[in-house]
């Protein structure tokens, strides 16, 4: 009989490469860790890994197995919490990963709230950007996934439950002393001959589309996906950016003003669950608390 310990180290084992780097990332001993691959080789009658030098591979089984492996434990997880709630004992356990500006507006709120009407249920958090993120939520990492997306690209989430939380519009940011800071909007075209920050490729891919449509490409001075950082160089009068509103309302923008830009520049901005994981009474309340936040 396969069990999920065996599974949950297989799985360690395959993205380390070695029994060594998947016990620390178990907080394990790496006997331990040969120890159930063996027990997880016998149970499956069949090899599961080559040995080559310090190094892992998975057999053709091993691979078939490992495919299996993140759905196996993600409805193990749901049976486990929906078996306890239907057997009263009013508790539950969620975890949520988040991007770091929502974990800073949407999830205290939520989390808040979800504690006063389910005291029992107990969340954790951990930051990560999507698609890190949502790898995590697909590898049985975590049970809820704040995320955004930017653009149409819902087939990439087609194996999830997506729950739409609102739209995050993007706002221009230059220095105080700039000479659009008094500006109630700009167009990205007033913008072309500025220097920018910016986030990384991905982050940024909407907001080059749009200045090529408008006849330029921007000039990226500096890089960086940490929002204050990107304030405080706009701030120093080093150029402009663009960032979400939700960015903007845990971070007080000194020496920077905000404008509004056209064309409108918009992030979708979803809470994500595997199908299977939607059940689970204590994952369908962080969901429900997740939304009434985002519309308050």
Known sequence: MIEARHLRVLRAVAATGSFSA????????????????????????TPLLIRTGREMRLTQAGAALVRHASGILAGLTAAEEEIAAIAGLRAGRVRLVSFPSGSSTLVPAAL?????????????????EPPRSVEMLREGDCDVALAFRYGATAAEWDDLIVRPLLTDRLVGLVPEGHRLADSATVTIGDLADEPWIAGCPRCRRQLVEVCEEAGFTPRIDFATDDYPAVIGLVGAGLGVAVLPELAMESVRPKGARTVTVEPSLHRE????????????????????????????
């Open 112 to 128: 808040a709230a979800l504690r006063a009407a389910h005291p029992g249920t107990r969340v954790s958090l951990v930051d990560a």
């Open 269 to 296: 901005i979803v809470a994500l669950t595997l199908p299977d994981l939607a059940q689970v009474p204590a994952v369908a309340a962080t969901l429900e608390q997740l939304t009434l936040a985002a519309h308050r």
């Open 22 to 45: 998947a016990a620390r990332r178990l907080g394990c001993t790496q006997p331990a860790v040969s120890q159930q691959m063996k027990a997880l080789e016998t149970s499956a009658g």
